[in-house]
């Protein structure tokens, strides 16, 4: 894929913020939004600060992440009622709290049931590949599921984001394509720093971008420490970002991040400054192929 290196002939770059993330909690981060409202108030303030994505995970009345379509809803309805950011929901839970306390990866008959939200997510999530997750549980992702999964969120006119952690992950989704099931262009999110994963570096970074198909959109999404210099690298070579407490609680070493609002706030500044326009919702809506209700 070929990267255009100057920067005003770029699209304008959307910025997705991924508030809650299906691990960590308030325990680590207190800014960390958990219940719906929480997380609508956090979705309109970083709307408000140039965001025009909002990733979502939920929480039970615990801070436990669920499945829960119930809470799904009750947070999809919250954010709609507040603002018109594009709501995309991750298929892959996160853990789920067993009786005896401890902490397991959701099966896939626990994530089948996301692409029956009500009301309809403008986008979800799918993970194109099989791994060990941080090195603790696999992270289970056949191509057979993802194909049904895909199907199911066709048949409700659901956008798709592909989340890569390895290069074959890529060719997952282009076997998708070849089946007929993904759209072109595809949404590509190369995931980078999850142990089990691709680690980053920046020659990783471009290999894993010169292996996607032409005419896709993609975007960087880094863990912890190494997140703003490699999304700023990739935002240098055209990429949409992503941020927010998910995948880093800091705002710079040792300094707990204030909010989502404020890490979304540095990456629009950020753009400014390297000349890149930020995408409205309505703009990414039409970049991202949302068909909105």
Known sequence: MEITVEVAKMKKLIIT?????????????PALPEQPKEIAQSAYDCYNAGAS???IHARDRQGRTTGDLEIYSEILNEIKAKSPII????????AVAMPDGT????????????TGIEPKPDMLTINMGTFEFDYIDSFENPIKWNE????????????????????????????????????????FSLVL???????FTPKLMSTMIDTLPEGSSW?????????LPSTVMAMCQGANIRTGLEDNIYYSKGVLAKSNAQLVERMVRIAREIGREVATVEEAAELMGVKRE
């Open 53 to 55: 994505v909002c990733h």
């Open 219 to 227: 975007q960087v999404i880094t863990i912890s420490k190494l997140q």
């Open 17 to 29: 913020v991924a508030q809650t993330g299906g691990l960590h909690g308030k325990d680590i981060n």
């Open 87 to 94: 709501t995309q929901v991750g298929n892959g839970i996160g």
């Open 148 to 187: 049904e999964f895909v199907n199911k969120c066709n048949d409700r006119n659901i956008a798709i984001e592909c989340e890569c952690y390895d290069i074959s992950h890529i060719f997952n989704a282009m076997e998708l394509v070849r089946r007929g099931v993904l759209k072109e262009p595809v949404h």
């Open 193 to 199: 720093g999850v142990a089990g994963g691709m680690p």
């Open 103 to 114: 902490m397991r990866g959701a099966t896939l008959d626990e994530r089948m049931p996301l």
